[in-house]
């Protein structure tokens, strides 16, 4: 188990110092921004939309290491991925990809910080442009996620 936590340590140390798909995308289809006061953490989310799939995603901001290292993780996770798929993303797929399904409270809201930005900001699009009735499920979802 030790041998394990010290893989995801340094998954987590390798991604706040290199984060993925990190960036401004000009012009995104969907583009959503929140912070977490508590920690200082801080995303946007940007992403292209196309034939009902997300061709391209990156964010910016400032965080602590779990959240950099979850919204990389999150990204590598969205990209390419229908939008249907997109919308099921649970939060123990981001967890479990850095060993913090245990995580204590106080940092989960560092961990679910890009997920919530990214299920809004769906939201947000598909409430606007597709007129998608499922789309207020997304948003208490959202709400739901802390
Ligand atoms: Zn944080």
Redesign the pocket.
Known sequence: MSGNADIYHEMIVEYSRHPSNYGKIENPDISYHDS?P????SIDIFMKVQDNKVTDIKFQGR?????MSCTSVLTELVKGKAIDDVKKIQKDEILGELGLQNLQAV?I??AL?SLKVLKYGLYTYLAGKLKDANADALKAEASALY
Do not use: H, S, V, W
């Open positions: 977490n508590l920690c200082g953490d965080g602590c290491a779990i959240c940092r809201k560092c910080l």
